[in-house]
């Protein structure tokens, strides 16, 4: 679950940054919006990691009830 989450914070973290370059913008007309979008890639990878973690463990408790 923890995984899960720090997956969302990365993926989220390029959101804001867009969200306020964009704010930027509306009050100084010389910037210019900038994205980083390595940080939503590293999210899906983490997030991804955690799908495959759940599910390791979930049939690791199905495994550990035959035994």
Do not use: H
């Not at 995984?3 to 007309?29: D, H």
């Not at 994205?35 to 550990?64: A, C, P």
């Amino acid at each position: 679950r923890m995984i899960r989450e720090i997956g969302i914070f990365f993926m989220a973290i390029p959101v804001v940054e867009l969200i306020f370059s964009c704010l930027m913008r509306l009050f100084y007309t010389n910037i210019d919006p900038y994205v980083d979008v390595t940080g939503i890639m590293t999210g899906l990878v983490i997030w991804y990691l955690s799908r495959i973690f759940g599910y390791g463990q979930k049939l690791q408790s199905d495994v550990e009830g035959l035994v």
